[in-house]
Each structure stands twice: as C-alpha cells, then as structure tokens.
C-alpha cells in the first residue's frame, strides 16, 4: 500500500528565552494512503502537537529541530488548483476536538461553511449554500436548509461536531487529522459521530490520523496504532497484533487498564506510576544523549 504522509526522526522543541523545550523526540509515523491510524497517548503525550506538525500550525515558538515531514502521493505540482498546489503539498483538514470553540460564535453555521467552500473553489454565494445544505445531508443532519441559518449555540454538540467533519471533508482532502473529535460528546452521540467519520472515510478514501486516548475506539475504528508517551513512539503496529500481542510495559500497562465486562473491576490496574515516572526518565536520558 502506498503512503500518504512518511515523518521520519521528527525533533520538534519549543523555544524558551533561556533553552529549548523538547516536545517531539525522533518520531517516525508512515500513514498508509487509505488507513486510519490511531495517536494514542495520555495528556501532554504530544499528539495534538504531531497533529499541528502535519497541518502546518505550530505555535509561534515551536521549531522543527530535525527530520523531515514528505508526501509521496501527493498532486504534481501545476497539476491542481491554488495554496496546497503551490506548497507541494496534498490538502489536509483537520477535525477539531472541540465543536463550539472551533467554530466562529457570531457567524451563521451557512456562512461558514460557504466560506470554506469558496476558499477552494469559484462559484456564486447561492450555489456553495446549495453545496453547504447538501454536505449537511450527508452528515445526516436533519432539516438542513434550517440549520444553514442557525448559529452555532443553536445547535446541539452532536450537530456542531457533524457541521464540522462535514467541513473537513467538503474540500475533499487527501489526509484529516482528527484531533480528538468524540471526547467533548456524550456517549451515545459519540458512537453516531464515529460511524458518521468511518463511514465518509470509507465512501472518499480519506487517509486519517485519528488522535484518542480511548484505545476502545481504536480498536473499533483503525487499521493500524501509534502509542506516544513524553513525545516518542513507544509502539506501533496492526491495531489487532498490538492490542494481542503488546512489546512495550506502557502498551500492556495501558491495555490492562481498560474496564472489561468479562472481568472483574478489582482487576482493573491504572498505569504504575513508577512506568510513568521511568518513562520521562528515559526522554531525559535522550535529550542528554541528543546534547552530548
Ligand atoms: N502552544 C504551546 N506552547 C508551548 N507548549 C505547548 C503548546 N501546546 C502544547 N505544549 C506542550 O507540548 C506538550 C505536548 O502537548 P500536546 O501535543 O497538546 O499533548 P496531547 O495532545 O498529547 O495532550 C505538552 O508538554 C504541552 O505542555
Ligand atoms: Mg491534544
């Protein structure tokens, strides 16, 4: 299969007024055109980072040390439309983790969509909210010509999240980071939401990152798994040979913490601290090693 996207020993720090911060420490990611693959990993892991990585939108100081980011299926250059062509690079969204502050509070849901639609493509107003109340229907968004014409806190945050994986993918990108996109959703609105991204990845082929730290929506949704700790790959694979047959102490650690009906609660073992506390020891140690 080929690949969408081949990060190879990425370094990424954030500079201090006195040191450079690592974040990113030697990471190699190959997203296989087509898959979804899962960035597991706990807070501060460094995943929405790797994320802004790739859509290009790292924060003011954070600097790419070393490494590099490449494309290989990505459009000949002269070959597409505007910006993405420009930058040799194949059009990426992201879908954000966050609904109602990814979206502008005092815009109608119509007018932002039309607005994205019109950043990619020529065309009247009329006909991109023709574009917009189709792409709502496909997200199964009930009564679209209404919602058009709604703001944001009019709607609930299920509907907030489909208007947005319905912007993600209006523009028919090659790759979707999504950041988290079912964690700030109930239950029972998350597992519509999922099915709703599996089955627009399915129906365009849409290559995604899916950032989570449920390993349970992994294991339901993606192909193959990255696991990061303190800004490493500590394990990566088939979604099925990592979750039988875990290497890493942190991926059996995290395995082992998940609640299953078939046991016991009592058995239920939280991630030792001390795997923890190794773990940011072991970065330490590189970062020594890197300087030295
Ligand atoms: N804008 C920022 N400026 C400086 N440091 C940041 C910024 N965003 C995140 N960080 C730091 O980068 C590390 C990784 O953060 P992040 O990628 O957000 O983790 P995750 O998404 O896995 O929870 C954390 O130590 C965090 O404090
Ligand atoms: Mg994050």
Do not use: W
């Not at 009019?154 to 079912?182: V, Y």
């Not at 082992?256 to 140690?285: C, F």
């Amino acid at each position: 299969m080929s690949s969408a996207l081949v990060i190879k020993n990425l370094h990424l720090a954030i500079d201090n007024s006195k040191d450079a911060v690592p974040i990113l420490r030697g990471i190699n990611l190959d997203l296989r055109a087509g898959e979804i693959h899962g960035l597991v990993g706990e807070s501060g892991a460094g995943k929405s980072m790797l994320g802004r990585v790739i859509l290009e939108i790292l924060p003011p100081r954070a600097k790419i040390t070393e490494g590099s980011i490449d494309y290989p299926t990505r459009p000949l250059p002269g070959k597409t439309k505007g910006r993405s062509a420009a930058r040799h690079r194949p059009h990426i969204s992201l879908i954000p983790q966050d609904p109602m502050t990814s979206l502008n509070p005092v815009k109608k849901i119509g007018k932002q969509m039309s607005e994205i639609l019109r950043l990619n493509q020529t065309g009247r107003a009329r006909n991109m909210l023709d574009q917009a109340e189709k792409l709502l229907r496909e997200v199964k968004i009930k009564n679209p010509a209404r919602v058009l014409q709604q703001y944001p806190h009019q709607l609930s945050g299920g509907m907030r999240q489909r208007a947005l994986i319905a912007m993600a993918f209006s523009t028919k990108p090659q790759i979707i980071i999504a950041d988290e996109p079912t964690t700030a959703l109930d239950v029972s609105v998350q597992r519509q939401v999922l099915r709703l991204i599996q089955d627009l990845q399915k129906q365009h082929g849409t290559t995604i990152l899916f950032i989570t730290h449920d390993l349970g929506v992994v294991a339901k949704i993606c192909n193959r798994v990255s696991l990061m700790h303190s800004g490493m790959i500590l394990e990566q694979g088939n979604v099925a040979e990592v979750f039988c047959t875990p290497t890493h102490a942190y991926t059996r650690s995290l395995l082992a913490a998940i609640p299953r009906y078939d046991r016991p609660l009592r058995e239920l073992t939280p991630v030792a601290e001390s795997l923890q506390l190794q773990l940011q020891r072991e970065a330490r140690a590189y970062d020594h090693q890197k300087r030295n």
